[in-house]
């Protein structure tokens, strides 16, 4: 992972980076971000398989794919979605344009 604004934990990164390194793809805003994205397509492929009746078409062959959208989460992904926070206001729901956009 390249260290960024959008990797750095805290001021530690600095003086103490070689110690949080390891802690940056998760406690950074990019974790935050991608897990964020992993939870929203865990929660659709849950609902998918929960048998909620308007995704009842969804092709269940397609899990694969949608789970490559979060192992395969890059800094360029977090930028789109940090870019698309600035239009919505919500965090959230640019994941959720994020999400759209990939699948």
């Known amino acids: 992972m390249n260290f960024s604004s959008l990797t750095a934990i805290s001021p530690i990164d600095g003086r103490y980076q070689s110690k949080t390194k390891e ?4 406690f950074s805003e990019f974790g ?3 897990y964020r ?3 929203e397509l865990e929660y659709f492929i849950a609902m998918v ?3 909620v009746k308007a995704l ?3 092709p269940k062959e397609k899990y694969a794919d949608l789970r490559k959208i ?3 989460f ?3 992904d977090a930028l789109w979605i940090k870019n698309i926070e ?3 206001n919500h965090d959230v729901k640019a994941v959720e344009y994020f999400v759209k956009d990939k699948m």
């Open 56 to 58: 009842a078409d969804f």
């Open 23 to 26: 802690l940056q793809p998760y």
């Open 74 to 76: 890059s800094e360029e």
């Open 32 to 34: 935050l971000i991608k």
């Open 37 to 39: 994205v992993i939870v």
């Open 70 to 72: 979060y192992a395969d």
């Open 49 to 51: 398989e929960s048998g």
């Open 86 to 88: 600035k239009t919505t």
